[in-house]
Protein backbone atom coordinates (compact mmCIF):
# COMPACT_ATOMS: atom_id res chain seq x y z
CA UNK A 1 0.00 0.00 0.00
CA UNK A 2 1.21 3.84 -0.47
CA UNK A 3 3.49 4.84 2.27
CA UNK A 4 2.73 8.62 2.81
CA UNK A 5 4.18 9.01 6.75
CA UNK A 6 4.64 12.59 7.64
CA UNK A 7 5.19 13.76 4.33
CA UNK A 8 4.79 17.60 3.03
CA UNK A 9 1.98 18.30 1.10
CA UNK A 10 2.90 19.47 -2.50
CA UNK A 11 6.27 18.20 -1.74
CA UNK A 12 6.94 20.90 0.69
CA UNK A 13 8.18 24.73 0.04
CA UNK A 14 11.00 25.85 -2.14
CA UNK A 15 12.75 29.13 -1.70
CA UNK A 16 14.24 30.02 -5.32
CA UNK A 17 17.70 31.86 -4.25
CA UNK A 18 18.33 35.32 -4.80
CA UNK A 19 14.28 35.99 -5.68
CA UNK A 20 11.61 36.01 -3.62
CA UNK A 21 9.94 33.47 -4.80
CA UNK A 22 8.58 30.61 -2.48
CA UNK A 23 6.72 27.56 -4.47
CA UNK A 24 5.68 24.25 -3.50
CA UNK A 25 7.98 21.72 -5.36
CA UNK A 26 5.17 20.11 -7.17
CA UNK A 27 3.80 22.88 -9.77
CA UNK A 28 1.80 22.78 -12.94
CA UNK A 29 2.62 22.87 -16.30
CA UNK A 30 -0.31 24.31 -18.65
CA UNK A 31 1.00 22.58 -22.05
CA UNK A 32 -1.26 20.26 -22.55
CA UNK A 33 -4.31 22.68 -22.28
CA UNK A 34 -3.91 23.41 -25.88
CA UNK A 35 -5.40 21.17 -28.77
CA UNK A 36 -4.11 18.31 -30.60
CA UNK A 37 -0.32 18.73 -30.95
CA UNK A 38 0.04 21.88 -28.15
CA UNK A 39 -1.77 24.10 -31.37
CA UNK A 40 -4.93 25.36 -31.34
CA UNK A 41 -8.08 25.89 -28.77
CA UNK A 42 -8.76 22.48 -26.28
CA UNK A 43 -11.25 20.02 -27.46
CA UNK A 44 -13.13 21.06 -24.06
CA UNK A 45 -12.47 24.29 -23.28
CA UNK A 46 -14.74 24.47 -19.73
CA UNK A 47 -12.92 21.49 -18.56
CA UNK A 48 -8.98 23.26 -19.41
CA UNK A 49 -10.55 26.15 -17.38
CA UNK A 50 -11.59 23.65 -14.81
CA UNK A 51 -8.57 22.10 -14.37
CA UNK A 52 -6.87 25.70 -13.74
CA UNK A 53 -8.82 26.77 -11.34
CA UNK A 54 -8.56 23.26 -9.20
CA UNK A 55 -4.36 23.89 -9.44
CA UNK A 56 -5.17 27.24 -7.46
CA UNK A 57 -7.74 25.31 -5.45
CA UNK A 58 -4.67 22.71 -4.41
CA UNK A 59 -2.86 25.31 -3.36
CA UNK A 60 -0.04 24.79 -6.40
CA UNK A 61 1.05 28.29 -7.08
CA UNK A 62 3.94 27.80 -9.69
CA UNK A 63 2.47 27.42 -13.26
CA UNK A 64 4.84 26.72 -16.21
CA UNK A 65 3.29 27.91 -19.37
CA UNK A 66 4.49 29.67 -22.72
CA UNK A 67 3.20 32.09 -25.50
CA UNK A 68 3.77 29.04 -27.97
CA UNK A 69 1.69 26.64 -26.61
CA UNK A 70 -1.56 27.04 -28.71
CA UNK A 71 -0.13 29.46 -29.75
CA UNK A 72 -1.38 32.38 -27.35
CA UNK A 73 -4.14 29.66 -26.59
CA UNK A 74 -2.92 28.11 -22.74
CA UNK A 75 -2.05 31.68 -21.76
CA UNK A 76 -5.32 33.48 -22.90
CA UNK A 77 -6.66 30.65 -21.06
CA UNK A 78 -5.16 31.15 -17.84
CA UNK A 79 -5.59 35.05 -18.52
CA UNK A 80 -9.20 34.24 -18.25
CA UNK A 81 -9.79 31.87 -16.00
CA UNK A 82 -7.27 33.46 -13.48
CA UNK A 83 -6.80 36.53 -13.58
CA UNK A 84 -6.24 38.74 -11.18
CA UNK A 85 -3.89 36.29 -10.34
CA UNK A 86 -3.01 34.99 -6.68
CA UNK A 87 -0.69 37.15 -4.65
CA UNK A 88 1.68 34.00 -4.47
CA UNK A 89 1.13 32.74 -7.98
CA UNK A 90 4.39 31.91 -9.91
CA UNK A 91 4.45 32.42 -13.28
CA UNK A 92 6.97 30.90 -15.65
CA UNK A 93 7.01 30.72 -19.63
CA UNK A 94 9.23 30.10 -22.33
CA UNK A 95 10.68 32.15 -25.30
CA UNK A 96 13.05 30.70 -28.10
CA UNK A 97 10.41 28.79 -30.50
CA UNK A 98 7.75 29.98 -32.34
CA UNK A 99 5.12 27.54 -34.37
CA UNK A 100 4.41 26.91 -37.67
CA UNK A 101 0.66 26.70 -39.48
CA UNK A 102 1.43 23.14 -39.93
CA UNK A 103 1.76 22.94 -36.22
CA UNK A 104 5.90 22.78 -36.58
CA UNK A 105 8.19 24.24 -33.68
CA UNK A 106 11.02 26.59 -35.16
CA UNK A 107 13.72 28.19 -33.33
CA UNK A 108 12.91 31.69 -32.48
CA UNK A 109 16.95 33.21 -31.08
CA UNK A 110 16.84 37.10 -32.85
CA UNK A 111 16.68 39.92 -30.87
CA UNK A 112 13.43 40.72 -32.22
CA UNK A 113 11.64 37.40 -32.15
CA UNK A 114 12.75 36.65 -28.50
CA UNK A 115 11.35 40.48 -27.66
CA UNK A 116 8.48 39.86 -29.41
CA UNK A 117 8.24 36.60 -27.47
CA UNK A 118 8.36 38.28 -24.15
CA UNK A 119 6.18 41.26 -25.13
CA UNK A 120 3.68 38.48 -26.19
CA UNK A 121 3.30 36.38 -23.07
CA UNK A 122 2.98 39.88 -21.10
CA UNK A 123 0.18 40.69 -23.61
CA UNK A 124 -1.45 37.16 -23.43
CA UNK A 125 -1.42 36.85 -20.52
CA UNK A 126 -2.33 40.53 -18.55
CA UNK A 127 0.92 41.11 -16.70
CA UNK A 128 3.02 44.05 -16.45
CA UNK A 129 6.33 41.83 -15.74
CA UNK A 130 6.80 38.04 -16.00
CA UNK A 131 7.88 36.69 -13.04
CA UNK A 132 10.41 33.70 -14.91
CA UNK A 133 11.33 33.68 -18.51
CA UNK A 134 13.23 30.87 -19.28
CA UNK A 135 15.39 30.53 -22.80
CA UNK A 136 14.73 27.75 -24.63
CA UNK A 137 17.38 26.26 -26.62
CA UNK A 138 18.82 23.14 -28.46
CA UNK A 139 17.16 20.58 -30.09
CA UNK A 140 13.64 19.15 -29.79
CA UNK A 141 14.67 17.09 -26.73
CA UNK A 142 18.54 17.17 -26.06
CA UNK A 143 20.45 20.02 -25.67
CA UNK A 144 22.74 21.40 -28.20
CA UNK A 145 26.47 22.61 -27.56
CA UNK A 146 26.09 26.06 -29.54
CA UNK A 147 26.88 29.69 -28.33
CA UNK A 148 23.84 30.60 -26.49
CA UNK A 149 25.60 34.45 -25.23
CA UNK A 150 23.68 36.55 -27.73
CA UNK A 151 20.50 35.30 -26.70
CA UNK A 152 20.60 35.64 -22.89
CA UNK A 153 21.89 38.98 -23.54
CA UNK A 154 18.61 39.21 -24.97
CA UNK A 155 17.17 38.75 -22.16
CA UNK A 156 18.85 40.68 -19.62
CA UNK A 157 18.22 43.61 -21.63
CA UNK A 158 14.58 43.11 -21.18
CA UNK A 159 14.90 42.54 -17.71
CA UNK A 160 16.74 45.79 -17.16
CA UNK A 161 14.10 47.40 -18.61
CA UNK A 162 11.53 45.77 -16.13
CA UNK A 163 9.39 43.26 -18.16
CA UNK A 164 10.99 40.22 -16.68
CA UNK A 165 11.91 39.59 -13.27
CA UNK A 166 14.44 37.03 -13.12
CA UNK A 167 15.93 34.32 -16.57
CA UNK A 168 16.06 30.53 -16.37
CA UNK A 169 17.02 28.44 -19.24
CA UNK A 170 15.94 25.39 -21.17
CA UNK A 171 17.19 22.24 -22.42
CA UNK A 172 21.25 23.34 -22.12
CA UNK A 173 24.44 22.04 -20.71
CA UNK A 174 26.69 23.22 -17.84
CA UNK A 175 28.64 24.78 -20.39
CA UNK A 176 25.90 26.92 -21.64
CA UNK A 177 24.77 27.35 -18.18
CA UNK A 178 28.10 28.88 -16.91
CA UNK A 179 28.00 30.82 -20.11
CA UNK A 180 24.38 32.60 -19.41
CA UNK A 181 25.57 32.72 -15.72
CA UNK A 182 28.95 35.30 -16.95
CA UNK A 183 25.82 37.55 -17.72
CA UNK A 184 23.64 37.12 -15.51
CA UNK A 185 21.97 35.05 -12.60
CA UNK A 186 20.32 32.30 -13.76
CA UNK A 187 17.39 31.33 -11.25
CA UNK A 188 16.68 27.47 -12.48
CA UNK A 189 17.45 25.24 -15.24
CA UNK A 190 14.64 22.91 -17.10
CA UNK A 191 15.65 20.41 -18.95
CA UNK A 192 14.74 16.82 -20.15
CA UNK A 193 14.87 13.98 -17.45
CA UNK A 194 13.04 11.33 -14.95
CA UNK A 195 13.91 7.82 -13.96
CA UNK A 196 14.34 6.39 -17.26
CA UNK A 197 16.31 9.19 -18.66
CA UNK A 198 19.03 10.31 -16.41
CA UNK A 199 21.86 12.01 -18.43
CA UNK A 200 21.55 14.73 -16.14
CA UNK A 201 22.15 13.43 -13.27
CA UNK A 202 25.47 15.17 -12.93
CA UNK A 203 24.23 18.13 -13.94
CA UNK A 204 21.38 17.71 -11.18
CA UNK A 205 23.79 17.46 -8.31
CA UNK A 206 26.01 20.64 -9.71
CA UNK A 207 22.87 22.97 -9.92
CA UNK A 208 21.85 21.73 -6.24
CA UNK A 209 25.47 22.94 -4.48
CA UNK A 210 24.93 25.99 -6.28
CA UNK A 211 20.88 26.35 -5.04
CA UNK A 212 19.91 26.67 -8.70
CA UNK A 213 16.32 24.69 -8.88
CA UNK A 214 16.04 21.81 -11.87
CA UNK A 215 12.86 21.50 -13.06
CA UNK A 216 12.00 18.10 -15.39
CA UNK A 217 10.02 17.82 -18.16
CA UNK A 218 8.63 14.40 -19.54
CA UNK A 219 8.50 13.00 -16.33
CA UNK A 220 6.89 9.38 -18.15
CA UNK A 221 9.13 10.31 -21.79
CA UNK A 222 10.40 7.71 -23.55
CA UNK A 223 10.12 4.43 -21.54
CA UNK A 224 9.70 0.93 -23.33
CA UNK A 225 7.72 -1.70 -22.76
CA UNK A 226 10.39 -3.59 -20.69
CA UNK A 227 10.80 -0.07 -18.83
CA UNK A 228 7.22 0.03 -18.42
CA UNK A 229 6.71 -3.28 -17.16
CA UNK A 230 9.27 -2.20 -14.14
CA UNK A 231 7.76 1.18 -13.38
CA UNK A 232 4.31 -0.58 -13.52
CA UNK A 233 5.29 -3.59 -11.13
CA UNK A 234 6.83 -1.27 -8.85
CA UNK A 235 3.78 1.00 -8.47
CA UNK A 236 1.27 -1.80 -8.00
CA UNK A 237 3.58 -3.01 -5.38
CA UNK A 238 2.83 0.40 -3.60
CA UNK A 239 -0.53 0.55 -4.73
CA UNK A 240 -0.09 3.79 -6.98
CA UNK A 241 0.14 4.70 -10.06
CA UNK A 242 2.92 4.77 -12.75
CA UNK A 243 3.00 8.50 -13.15
CA UNK A 244 2.01 9.33 -9.46
CA UNK A 245 5.82 6.20 -8.76
CA UNK A 246 7.58 8.46 -11.30
CA UNK A 247 6.86 11.85 -9.91
CA UNK A 248 7.57 10.69 -6.23
CA UNK A 249 11.06 9.31 -7.74
CA UNK A 250 11.92 12.57 -9.18
CA UNK A 251 10.76 14.71 -5.82
CA UNK A 252 12.89 12.31 -3.73
CA UNK A 253 15.60 12.55 -5.84
CA UNK A 254 16.89 15.28 -5.11
CA UNK A 255 15.79 19.01 -2.77
CA UNK A 256 16.15 20.87 -5.80
CA UNK A 257 14.05 19.48 -7.82
CA UNK A 258 10.83 21.05 -8.76
CA UNK A 259 7.69 19.06 -10.64
CA UNK A 260 5.30 20.38 -13.45
CA UNK A 261 3.01 17.37 -14.38
CA UNK A 262 0.47 18.38 -16.91
CA UNK A 263 -2.60 17.34 -17.46
CA UNK A 264 -5.68 18.60 -18.88
CA UNK A 265 -7.80 16.15 -16.58
CA UNK A 266 -8.89 17.77 -12.97
CA UNK A 267 -8.82 13.43 -11.95
CA UNK A 268 -5.38 13.05 -13.66
CA UNK A 269 -4.40 16.54 -12.02
CA UNK A 270 -5.02 15.26 -8.22
CA UNK A 271 -3.78 12.33 -9.05
CA UNK A 272 -0.83 14.02 -10.17
CA UNK A 273 -0.49 16.51 -6.68
CA UNK A 274 -1.08 13.21 -4.64
CA UNK A 275 2.09 11.73 -5.79
CA UNK A 276 4.04 14.45 -3.37
CA UNK A 277 2.59 11.84 -0.35
CA UNK A 278 3.80 8.80 -1.75
CA UNK A 279 7.43 7.18 0.45
CA UNK A 280 9.62 5.20 -1.71
CA UNK A 281 10.88 2.32 0.41
CA UNK A 282 14.85 1.79 -0.81
CA UNK A 283 14.29 -1.57 -2.42
CA UNK A 284 11.32 -0.05 -4.55
CA UNK A 285 13.69 2.56 -5.82
CA UNK A 286 16.85 0.35 -6.02
CA UNK A 287 14.73 -1.44 -8.96
CA UNK A 288 13.73 2.01 -10.19
CA UNK A 289 17.40 3.22 -10.40
CA UNK A 290 18.08 0.03 -12.87
CA UNK A 291 16.04 1.01 -15.82
CA UNK A 292 18.10 2.38 -18.90
CA UNK A 293 17.06 5.39 -21.34
CA UNK A 294 15.70 3.92 -24.76
CA UNK A 295 13.87 6.44 -26.82
CA UNK A 296 12.10 9.73 -26.40
CA UNK A 297 9.04 11.38 -26.72
CA UNK A 298 8.02 12.82 -30.31
CA UNK A 299 6.31 16.47 -28.66
CA UNK A 300 9.08 19.20 -27.56
CA UNK A 301 8.59 21.57 -24.53
Known sequence: MMKTSELPPLGGQYSFPTTPFTVHRMGYG?????????????????GAAAV???????????????????????????RNTLHPYPKDLVIVTKVGAKRGRNKSWNPAYSREELTSAVHD?????????????????????????????ERVAVLADLQKQGYI?????????????????????????????NVAH????????????????????????????????????????LGVT??????????????????????SSVGHLRENLAAAAVSIPTEVAEKLGEIEAVGAPAIPH
Open 165 to 193: RHIGLSNVTPRQLAEAQAITPIVCVQNFY
Open 30 to 46: AMQLAGPGVFGPPRDPE
Open 52 to 78: LREVIAAGVNHIDTSDFYGPHVVNELI
Open 198 to 237: RNDDAFIDDLARQGIPYVPFFPLGGFTPLQSGVLDGCAAE
Open 242 to 263: PMQLALAWLLQRSPNILLIPGT
Open 121 to 149: NLRHLAIDAIDIVNLRVGGLLEPLEEPIA
